[in-house]
């Protein structure tokens, strides 16, 4: 598939005066990747930055997770200089966590927003009930999150993310999505300028309203926060859901017809890369889960095994020790 980098400008300081937003996630460089018949990739920054994706055609635009209003408003002002006379007609929101679409509201004015029916309860509910991404979690019940209970990207920005200053985070600031216009169960068929588009249930995965999204014309599949290429993954006890179901959900991507795999962070793969990464979850679990059953203790378990087949990936030697935890965890609760 031919890749054509249309646009890559980089924002200076003066950009975020007025609130400094996602000055460590999300906020550039950013960059616009064609990645053929009108589909478009969003880069966002460095590392673990989020991507969005959109489509462009003869009857409107479809945008999916664009992230945070900086990106949101770099977006507007590209579609508005290559695309003058379309407008964006759909918002894909693919989950609730505050990294992917808190600039949804920035194409309020045309858009109609989409999203799994599980969305809106997570929206409304209490931080307990609906935590924000990694292993941030409110440790004492009072609804609102203090610094010394925030973790990896909350705690990064959660001088950001605090909108009123009041040195807490609620619900509503960790999650100011729009609240979706149409929402769908398992599977959801959308046709915009003759170009399919079929919004996918992850399944539980992640969280219980995350979207998959498929361009089989283009046959690209947008992923969400589940899939990894070449890197270790995942701590936080695959996000305390069991492991076969995170397998199980690789699977079911591996029966759709694509050649790019556009994931949510990081780099993009084909599905070879996604059968490897499912294969890395499975020698995980075996290598885990037999030792748990011959006994061992975690420290045992952490001490012998190796899994050097992935030695090249990134973070491996940074993470196994971690990730071998949170296997451990997780089998331990099946």
């Not at 590209?78 to 003058?84: T, Y």
């Not at 929402?183 to 170009?195: A, C, I, P, R």
């Not at 490897?276 to 095994?305: H, N, Y």
Request: hydrophobic share 40%.
């Amino acid at each position: 598939m031919r890749l054509q980098i249309i646009k890559t400008i980089l924002f200076g300081a003066g950009i975020f005066i007025s609130s400094s937003i996602f000055a460590q996630f999300g906020s550039g460089p950013f960059s616009l990747t064609e990645l053929g018949d009108g589909l478009y990739q969003v880069n966002t920054g460095p590392a673990v930055s989020p991507v969005s994706i959109f489509l462009v055609t003869d009857e409107g635009i479809l945008i999916v997770d664009p992230p945070n209003p900086a990106t949101a408003e770099w977006i507007q002002e590209q579609l508005q200089e290559l695309f003058p006379d379309q407008q964006v007609r759909y918002v894909i929101e693919s989950h609730y966590h505050w990294d992917h679409i808190r600039g949804a509201e920035t194409f309020s004015d045309t858009a109609v927003y989409v999203s799994h029916m599980n969305m809106p309860e997570n929206l409304a509910a209490s931080i307990q009930e609906a935590p924000p991404p990694g292993d941030t979690r409110d440790e004492n019940g009072d609804g609102l999150l203090d610094r010394n209970e925030a973790r990896t990207g909350t705690l990064q920005n959660f001088d950001a993310l605090d909108r009123n200053g009041d040195g807490f985070l609620s619900q509503a600031e960790l999650a100011p999505a729009v609240v979706p216009d149409i929402v769908f169960s398992d599977e959801m068929q959308l046709m915009l300028g003759g170009k399919r588009i079929t919004l996918l249930w992850a399944g539980n995965r992640h969280t219980n309203d995350l979207v998959d999204v498929y361009f089989p014309d283009h046959k690209v599949l947008f992923a969400g926060d589940y899939v990894w290429i070449n890197r270790m993954c995942c701590n936080f006890q695959f996000d305390r859901r069991p492991l076969d179901t995170w397998i199980e959900s690789l699977r079911n991507l591996e029966e759709l017809d694509f050649d790019l795999l556009v994931n949510s962070h990081y780099e993009s793969g084909s599905k070879a890369d996604l059968i490897a990464f499912r294969r890395w979850l499975e020698d995980l679990k075996f290598a885990v889960s037999s030792r748990i059953a011959d006994g061992m203790s975690l420290e045992e378990i952490q001490s012998d095994v190796s899994l050097e087949a992935y030695a090249n990936w990134a973070n491996f030697d940074t993470q196994l020790e971690a990730i071998i935890e949170s296997a451990y965890g997780s089998l331990m609760l099946e």
